[in-house]
């Protein structure tokens, strides 16, 4: 039928009225009636399914295919209730919206007539037969279906209305007739084909044999006018037949998609004209698209039918054909998902029976993989994209009529961003750019270009996925390919089959292909092991068989080729995942990687290795560590990488230090070990040589004598071959560990077992009398040295502490000498006790530590036994150890101790019950003892004051976390006066004794014990030059216990210092850390030093002139603040009429550079600066001025601690003018130069003090 406009006015647009009420269908919910459009529509694999993804490749939401839009229920509940002719009229009606949307985008022929076809003014009508339907009626019409003609046409579902009305028209008449009206639209826009496709595919759900019919004559039609274009050699003049092979493609994919169960009988007849129109039609981008959307909806229609697996299809090799021919012309570049969706088709195809033949499958290879492998490298991708001149989108978007010229607004679209190109001429004359082949008065709101350009495709623009994002998914879908041939014959030939088509491009001379050949064949070999029944790599070896396998890979990865150092790693890692990997295999497999380790070169081989070494140890925790055991001594640079793989997670990690802590607890008795076996034995373990340490393992308890096993003949068939290494080679492992940062946490973890392990480890070597070389190690030596067995337990029992950060206990006990105790057995249990002391006191891990000896306390073992009473005794007095365990539990385990066989084990445990803990009543006893022994204590003259402070820091330690209160600060205060005794025993014990004193107040004093600790600073620094070295010693441990107590940053930089620092760079360390840590106090430093000016020690007297010298050179700015007038009037008084400035050249004094010792702040003689060279001169003009090594600002300041005097009224010198004036008297020259600056530095401060 005929459908003839006749009139002026507003388009149809503009007069429907849009009513979306009812079914939501408006404007504000264009998603919800949206149809789904084949172009729109691609695949995407998900758990062996089809998923539909938009062309940038995201997953879209969509209905089941078996289902229909939320709407369609309610929109065909009111098409039933028309009559036939409303149908009709309803037809024509979206019929005349569609052509007028055609002519509205691509311009009609009416000459002088603008896009409505006629003059404003004039009644619009439609000719319907006989009978004339005015235009104005329309919205009447489509109202009821609440359709929002106002959106664009592909955002209101008029196609879809026209199918579900054809479908529910009863009348074949009507139906035929209208068909053939919708084939007779314009099939230029993409949009008008899907539509029209979309309503023949409705129709067919109960029309099909008459749509199907229509279709076969639409398809003879196009033959024959083919046959007489092709005849002519000329291209078919009608545009309208140029795009409906387009059409029908697309029509016959919805045909299938709405098929249902009849789709299996037809399927070979759809796909044989599907062929038919794409071999009889252009290959252009337009036939391309329409073929491969038509075969994505055969395919998700065969996909939900379960009958399709059975049924023997004829025409799947031709839709191959046709998919591999579009995919040979794709143009090197990657712009879209094209390739994707291709191959994703091809593979569900492959699904379907018969199998292809071996020839198309390998057509189906090369084509995938010469489309794929062949692009540039992604990051060329981006650079190598044609111009966007051969397809701009050109928008022209009004056109006013006048009669002399025509004028556009033009926007032109390049790689989708529109720039305006503002008002261009309109020439009708032929042959103009944008106005070639348009009528005149056509009006343009919007054109994609009728033909396709150069390279894209309709609608193409870079609003595209990254190239890299594009190429991984293109080559996801041929992963997924060539696991689909695969799974469909799992054989060893299949697998030769595919990996011969990849052969080529693993050798080719491009690195991008061959990397990505390589994972594709990664991923091929990986679904091979983790899901094919019969594998490649294990499923019929032998083991010897498969361990050569593994080894011939491990010779690979020295290769100097990445590409096949990568395959052999990714490929071994596949190996192990799969858990392929018996026992039996591990010695050889990790024996053969630690020989080609050396050799990687690439660190990405190495690292993939490592992930491999994990899951071995993972799957096979004994053996791997037995196997890392013997393989050469721990400390080997190359097996280091073992070590830590073995560390990759905690749980790993955990299981390989509780086995290296069993392997240490294997230690045969004395009597069972012959000499000079045994000292053989003991020179293997010195060594670190990887040969003498297997020919442990190969020698065995009978060869060396020694049953690792106690009470076995054959501890072989016991403990296996990692009994046969027993705990010297534990222990060197356990020592290497402590320092792997990948262990941290696990020796942590287990700190507890290995502090008790390594106490009892060394009390055995005593045992054993293999103490040589232990005492012969230089710490400071920077050459590698080889310890002994007792060296490397010592040495990882100070390890310990240290990598633990409990590096105060280490501290403690380092500068108390106190690890020197351990070098004896005569001593060792006064080093015990001595480390448990420290630990209580710092409180650290004591609950682990306490658990654990508790359980070494019912060990058969003596050792065990003594380490562990002597733990818990020294617990007793320095925790409140009621909140770990009961007093009632402790006084059981203790009296156990009574019988023990060993003295010292009873003699202990009868402390440990006699303790405060244990007996509360002794505090107050213990109390009043110390109130009568300070008595005596307080007096002038004591008679044995050794014996007394002696006394009084045994009860100070037998009352631990009791406390002593307010007594705590008289003892104090006297200890500090005895700072400054003749005799060096008493100041010795005077200073160790006050670093526990100032830890013995409880709460209740602990901030004014901190603020006497501040005043005993300066004291504890100028006694670190002491000429008694046991009085040197004391004197850092105590300074440094006051550094802990009032919490400076840098006390273990401080420790440092103090433990091994030497010369002027260690000396100005520990001044900065003492002054920058306390902000604001420089100037009762500095008071507090001139006490000592006028000692008789030469020694402190030297020290105390070059730190105050320091303090006005470094700090003058800074006491100029902090000073008072009472301060300067007080240093005044001792000028004693001192010349107020000396007039001469710039005075110079010391800088505070002490010079070498047998410490830090040790005895130096007098130094002169040397010839020629001045020492920097100070004024508050020049500010602060930075020490001689530049390292003052190193050190943050911190907050003073808060202190019990008013600042600048603190510790008044008891220096008189007289005392000091024998300064300038003084032999020294040094005295006598200092006297001069001083009091010149002294007039020159009270010229900013105010």
């Not at 034995?681 to 990887?690: I, R």
Request: charged share 20%; hydrophobic share 40%; proline share 6%.
């Amino acid at each position: 039928m005929a459908l003839a406009v006749v009139a002026a006015g507003g388009s149809p647009e503009q007069t429907l009225v849009s009513a979306s009420k009812g079914l939501g269908l408006g404007v504000g919910h264009p998603q919800v009636h949206r149809t789904e459009s084949p172009k729109a529509l691609g695949l995407a694999c998900e758990s062996g399914g089809l998923q539909e993804v938009d062309l940038l490749g995201r997953a879209v939401a969509h209905r089941p295919l078996s289902g229909s839009p939320p709407w369609e229920e309610e929109l065909v509940s009111k098409i039933k209730t028309l009559s036939a002719l409303e149908k009709s009229l309803v037809l024509e009606a979206v019929r005349h919206c569609v052509q007028q949307d055609s002519q509205v985008l691509w311009g009609f022929g009416a000459e002088g007539q603008d896009h409505l076809g006629g003059r404003r003014g004039q009644a619009l009508t439609l000719l319907i037969g006989k009978e004339k339907v005015p235009e104005a009626s329309i919205p009447n019409l489509l109202k009821p279906f609440n359709l929002d003609l106002k959106s664009p046409l592909e955002k209101t579902p008029l196609f879809h209305l026209y199918g579900l009305i054809l479908r529910e028209t009863a009348s074949e008449d009507l139906v035929g007739r209208h068909l053939a009206a919708l084939l007779e639209l314009s099939h230029q826009s993409s949009g008008h084909r899907e539509g029209i496709a979309l309503a023949v595919g409705i129709t067919s759900t109960l029309h099909l044999e008459q749509v199907w019919a229509m279709l076969e004559h639409l398809g003879r039609t196009k033959f024959l006018r083919s046959a007489l274009v092709s005849s002519a050699s000329q291209p078919d003049p009608d545009a309208h037949w140029r795009w409906i092979g387009s059409t029908a493609l697309l029509c016959y994919g919805q045909m299938a998609l709405h098929a249902g169960k009849h789709i299996l009988p037809r399927v070979d007849n759809i796909a044989s004209r599907m062929v038919y129109y794409f071999w009889s039609s252009d290959h252009d981008n337009t036939l391309k698209t329409s073929f491969l959307s038509a075969s994505i909806m055969l395919v998700k229609a065969l996909s939900r039918e379960v009958s399709a697996q059975r049924y023997k299809f004829t025409q799947i090799p031709e839709l191959i054909q046709c998919l591999l021919c579009i995919l040979e012309n794709e143009p090197n570049i990657l712009v879209n998902l094209f390739r994707q969706k291709i191959i994703l088709v091809i593979t569900e195809l492959s699904h379907l029976r018969p199998r292809l033949k071996p020839t198309l499958k390998s057509r189906i290879l090369q084509t995938c993989m010469q489309s794929l492998y062949t692009l540039p490298p992604t990051e060329v991708l981006k650079t190598s994209l044609p111009p966007l001149d051969p397809a701009l989108d050109v928008v022209v978007t009004a056109l006013s009529p006048g009669p002399r010229s025509r004028t556009a607004e033009v926007r032109i679209q390049r790689g989708g961003r529109r720039t305006r190109a503002g008002r261009h001429a309109w020439s009708p004359a032929p042959g103009g750019v944008l106005g070639a082949g348009l009528p005149r008065g056509a009006r343009i709101v919007r054109a994609h270009p009728p033909g396709p350009g150069r390279w894209g495709r309709p609608g193409w623009t870079r609003h595209c996925l990254p190239c890299q994002v594009l190429y991984q998914k293109s080559a996801q879908a041929l992963d997924l390919l060539l696991q689909n041939f695969i799974s469909e014959n799992e054989s060893m030939d299949e697998i030769c089959f595919l990996l011969q088509h990849a052969e080529p491009w693993l050798k080719s001379n491009k690195s991008h292909e061959c990397r990505r050949v390589v994972q594709s064949i990664f991923l091929l070999l990986k679904y091979v092991l983790d899901y094919v029944r019969l594998t490649a790599l294990d499923g019929n070896l032998t083991v010897a068989q498969h361990t050569q396998l593994v080894l011939t890979l491990l010779q690979g990865l020295c290769s100097r080729d990445i590409l096949r150092c990568n395959l052999a790693a990714e490929l071994l890692l596949m190996i192990v995942e799969g858990w392929s990997v018996k026992p039996e295999q591990v010695a050889e497999i990790l024996q053969g990687l630690f020989q080609e380790l050396p050799c990687i070169i690439f660190r990405d081989v190495l690292q993939t290795m490592m992930k491999a070494v994990t899951l071995l140890g993972t799957q096979h925790t004994q053996q791997t560590v037995e196997v890392m055991l013997s393989l050469c001594h721990p400390s080997e640079r190359h097996v280091m990488p073992l070590w830590k793989a073995l560390a990759a997670n905690s749980r790993l990690a955990r299981k390989v230090v509780t086995l290296l802590y069993v392997k240490l607890k294997l230690r045969p008795p004395r009597e069972l070990i012959r000499f000079p076996v045994q000292a053989e034995l003991m020179s293997l373990l010195v060594s670190p040589s990887a040969t003498l340490y297997k020919a442990i393992n190969i020698q065995g308890p009978r060869d060396t004598s020694v049953a690792w096993q106690r009470g076995s003949p054959d501890a072989e068939s016991q403990g296996g071959a990692g009994s046969r290494q027993g705990s010297p080679v534990a222990l060197g492992a356990i020592y290497e560990l402590l320092y792997i940062r990948e262990y941290k946490a696990t020796v942590r973890w287990a700190f507890a077992g290995i502090l008790l392990g390594l106490l009892t480890q060394l009390h055995y070597l005593f045992e054993l009398d293999v103490v040589e070389g232990i005492a012969d190690h230089q710490e400071e030596s920077l050459e590698t040295q080889a310890l002994s067995p007792c060296r490397t337990c010592l040495e990882a029992l100070k390890g310990l502490f240290w990598t633990t950060n409990y590096w105060e206990v280490f501290a403690y006990l380092k500068l108390l000498r106190g690890w020197e105790l351990f070098e004896r057995l005569e001593t060792y249990t006064e080093g015990v006790a001595l480390l448990a002391r420290a630990m209580a006191h710092y409180d650290c891990e004591v609950k682990a530590v306490l658990g654990q000896a508790v359980i070494f306390l019912k060990s058969p073992e003596e050792r065990d036994n003594i380490v562990a009473i002597l733990i818990i005794t020294e617990f007793l007095n320095g925790q409140e150890l009621t909140q770990y365990m009961s007093r009632k539990t402790m006084d059981n385990f203790l009296s156990l101790g009574l019988n023990n066989p060993n003295q010292l084990v009873r003699a202990m445990s009868l402390k440990g019950l006699s303790s405060i803990l244990l007996q509360p009543k002794k505090v107050v006893l213990l109390r009043n003892r110390l109130a009568v022994l300070l008595d005596s204590f307080l007096k002038p003259e004591p008679k044995d004051l050794l014996g007394l402070m002696e006394i009084l820091g045994d009860i100070l330690h037998r009352l631990g976390t009791q406390g002593v209160g307010a007594i705590s600060l008289k003892i104090a205060q006297h200890l500090l006066q005895l700072f400054e005794n003749e005799k060096e025993g008493v100041r010795g014990g005077a200073i160790f004794l006050y670093g526990d004193v100032i830890y013995s107040g409880g709460k209740k004093f602990r901030q004014a014990l901190k603020s006497h600790a501040f005043q005993a600073l300066v004291p504890l620094l100028f006694h670190l030059a002491d000429s008694c070295p046991d009085v040197v010693m004391k004197a850092k441990l105590t300074f440094l216990r006051c550094a802990v107590l009032l919490r400076w940053e840098f006390r273990k930089e401080l420790f440092g210092k103090l433990a091994w620092g030497r010369g002027l760079g260690a000396e100005n360390d520990i001044l900065i850390y003492m002054v920058e840590s306390n902000f604001g106090n420089y100037h009762q430093f500095l008071m507090r030093a001139l006490v000592y000016l006028v000692s008789p020690d030469r020694h402190l007297k030297l020290v105390a002139m070059k730190f105050i010298g320091g303090l006005l050179q470094d700090y003058f700015a800074d006491l100029c603040f902090c000073l008072k007038k009472d301060d300067v009037s007080t240093l005044r008084k001792c000028e004693h009429r001192a010349a107020l400035r000396r007039v001469g050249p710039p005075h110079t004094h010391l800088t505070w550079a002490l010079g070498t010792g047998p410490g830090p702040l040790g005895p130096t003689p007098p130094m002169e600066p040397p010839a020629g060279q001045c020492l920097p001169q100070t004024s508050v003009s020049r500010g602060r001025v930075p020490s001689p090594h530049g390292r003052l600002s190193a050190a943050p300041r911190q907050a003073a601690p808060p202190q019990s005097h008013p600042r600048g009224c603190a510790v008044r010198p008891r220096v008189s003018a007289a005392d000091l004036e024998l300064l300038k008297q003084d032999p020294d020259s040094e005295s006598r130069k200092f006297y001069k600056i001083f009091f010149e530095d002294v007039v020159e401060l009270s010229q900013y003090v105010t």
